[in-house]
């Protein structure tokens, strides 16, 4: 007699790179900017870590293979995505490992950093500056209210209109009936007595607040970044217009 034994599937997962990325100070990571995956040739099996400083020790990366670049540190170490001895890993590894990076991919993405900063400042402070793209001023002041674009033979031209709005407090008068208890009030338990209750009709005082607008601004963009601010006052922008420089192609 024959018995047929079940087959059992063994599935082994794959090591994978999810989670937070846990960011050290001052090092540019690429995911900030709208960069191409950079992927770099390994020379041979070199040691990771986990910190840029290279006390935690994170594994070997196997020789050959290509690895991605996740971010540099100020010091030069890279932070990389590949397989280690162990599995998977995302760690810091000496540039010396690798095939170099082209001679101004750094000095862009510093750059793009230093524009980064300036314009996540303004954004917190509600502010527009020449050169910034109309995502960037949508975070700033939010969606406009009205919008138009044309073509010009040099490029594509758009303005966003934004209307600044104040609340003005207003009194307004409402029904109102106020009533009146005259005689003895029984106490709770005591035989109920003759009660008088009288009331007048009239009319109460409130407060409701009104939208008016106060100001509007009217942004200008050419080809992608803002060319020109028209404000009259009272606007969410300042009388003086920043200037930031356009965003900054890193290229690879």
Known sequence: MRFLLPT??????????????????????????????VKLALKEAAPCYFDITGNRYAG???????????????????????????????????????????PDFIPSLQRAEERRKQVEELIANNEVAIGMTPDEVTRSLGKPQKRSSRTERDGSAQVFEYIKYKLVPQTVFTPSYAQ???????????????????????????????????????????????????QSEGTLVGGNASIVVPPINVTW
């Open 180 to 230: 009146t208890i005259t005689g003895y009030v029984p106490r709770p338990g005591e035989r109920l007595q003759t009660v008088v209750m009288s009331g007048q009709a009239g009319y109460s005082p409130g407060t409701i607040f009104v939208k008016v607008p106060v100001g509007t601004v009217k942004v200008s963009f050419k080809n992608g970044v803002v060319e020109s601010l028209e």
């Open 60 to 102: 070997t990366l196997r020789f050959p293979q290509v690895v991605r670049l996740d971010a540099v540190s100020p010091g030069g170490r890279l932070r990389v995505r590949g397989n280690a001895r162990q599995g998977g890993v995302a760690a810091w590894v000496d540039p010396a490992f690798l095939d170099p990076l082209p």
């Open 8 to 37: 059992l599937t063994l599935s082994l997962a794959l090591p994978t790179f999810g989670g937070p990325i846990v960011r050290e100070t001052g090092a540019l990571y690429l995911s900030d900017f709208d960069v191409p995956p």
